[in-house]
């Protein structure tokens, strides 16, 4: 899945020792370009590079001259400077830093087109964000209901929003490519928003048309996932977890291309999901001609002897996981078994830390949407025709459970606009009052 781009031998050894210590099971191609200095043809090299694998081409700061190249290289190819003269001169743990914040570079570039009136996610050309973090994603708002809650929040009309997601629930808001403001989604208590200037205002634009100008963006993702789930060899069974959220939609669509009948999909229900969840994923797999088995986690039950689950205790999730297990178990999951899953690096420094490809059990779990943003997979969605879950359509950045900690003042607020946190009330009043007090979400808060 990943491919690192360095001048010459020495910087290749300085990257392999990093990545022997950092990315043990990466599987991670180390090129040289046998110490090519002239920026033309270096050029020519980086087009030479296969497109089945995000390539990060290093470069040292004496080599800075070979950032010239870097508008016209192909899109699979990154081209990132560190500050040491040589990548040789950086040590292992820094070298590891700068593969992080290169997979970033893909993964958060995005700039505005004036001539199209559109955002283009294209690393090569001048960027739109300042910042950024490998922890960052992208927040594409999809639907008129999702535009009207954030115009709500920040008491101002908008035309083509766009957040960026950063640390502690902060995002940046742009519109039609301007940085507007911010928006703190907080853990507890009601989100807020600061607006630093006016948006001007700019012709809205359909996500068909955003996916059309960015369709070599989304393809050469796509690519990437298909040539990397092609290359894992020995594989008789594929499951899929499918929670109705967009990762899960676009990674079955993936190993489907690949393996066709041989996918199986596979719906945990926790009894506190949302209802959209389990409709969405039996629409999606229905369309696919997927087969879905659903299997069931008592969390629900054991939120009575164990509490909601926390941040600091999310038992939840050894359930769901234990569940998952128990019946690929009943299966007879074995190495012939693959398990692929819709892990994306954005999510949390712990996924972003996993290999590709990792063993779990008996069986395989491969991730294939790694290098991939938030925005890329609703734009894939849209490309492949997929309906996407009403919650997306709402406004929400995440689905799962309605009493799951990771559940932030705005999906709380996105729920108490549109009635959502009603009709849970009226369904399980004693268990989301339990948990709109411990977020703090007292009834009659202000807007």
């Not at 033309?40 to 190249?69: S, T």
């Not at 690393?123 to 708002?141: E, G, M, N, T, W």
Request: one cysteine or more; charged letters at 25%; hydrophobic letters at 40%.
């Amino acid at each position: 899945m990943l491919r690192i781009v360095v001048r010459a031998k020495k910087d290749g050894d300085a990257v392999k020792a990093s990545l022997e210590t950092f990315y043990k099971g990466w599987d991670i191609e180390v090129v040289t370009l046998k110490g090519e200095r002239e920026p033309g043809r270096i050029l020519e090299r980086l087009q030479e590079i296969p497109g089945d694998r995000l390539a990060l081409f290093l470069v040292g700061r004496e080599d800075y001259r070979v950032l010239e190249v870097a508008p016209h290289a192909p899109l699979h190819v990154v081209v990132h400077p560190i500050k040491y003269k040589k990548v040789r001169n950086a040590r292992t743990i820094v070298i590891s830093r700068e593969i992080e914040k290169g997979k970033a570079k893909a993964r958060l570039g995005v700039s505005w087109d004036n001539a199209r009136n559109v955002y283009l996610f294209d690393h090569r050309v001048p960027q739109l964000f300042s910042d950024v973090s490998p922890a960052y994603d992208v927040f594409l708002p999809v639907g008129e209901d999702a535009t009207k809650r954030l115009e709500e929040l920040l008491g101002v009309g908008l035309s083509q929003p766009l957040l960026l997601r950063k640390m502690g629930g902060v995002h940046d808001v742009y519109d039609c490519g301007l940085h507007i403001g911010q928006l703190i989604f907080p853990d507890t208590g009601r989100p807020s928003a600061v607006l630093n200037r006016n948006p001007v205002p700019c012709t809205p634009t359909a996500p068909q048309k955003i996916v059309n100008v960015n369709a070599e963006a989304v393809k050469t993702l796509e690519n990437i996932s298909l040539r990397f789930l092609e290359s894992i060899v020995g594989v008789k069974r594929v499951y899929v977890p499918l929670s109705g959220g967009k990762d899960s939609a676009a990674t079955l669509i993936l190993a489907t291309k690949v393996w066709g009948n041989k996918v199986r999909a596979v719906y945990v229900d926790t009894g506190v999901d949302f209802p959209q969840n389990r409709e969405s994923a039996e629409s999606l797999a229905a369309s696919l001609g997927v087969e879905l088995d659903e299997i069931y986690a008592p969390v629900r039950e054991g939120i009575a002897s164990k509490g909601l689950p926390t941040h600091e205790d999310r038992w939840c999730t050894g359930l769901k996981v234990a569940a998952l297990h128990s019946y690929l178990k009943r299966q007879g999951a074995d190495e012939a078994t693959l398990v692929v899953v819709g892990d994306r690096d954005a999510e949390s420094r712990g996924r972003s830390r996993r290999p590709p490809l990792r063993q779990e059990g008996n069986w395989r779990v491969a991730a294939p949407l790694k290098l991939w943003g938030s925005h890329h997979v609703l734009l894939y969605l849209v490309a492949e025709g997929v309906p996407l879950n009403p919650l997306y359509m709402q406004g929400f950045y995440r689905t799962g459970c309605y009493v799951c900690p990771s559940l932030r003042g705005w999906e709380l607020y996105v729920m108490e606009k549109t009635g959502i946190l009603e009709k849970l009330r009226k369904k399980s009043p004693s268990l989301l009052g339990d948990f709109l007090a411990a977020k703090e979400w007292l009834p009659g808060d202000p807007d």
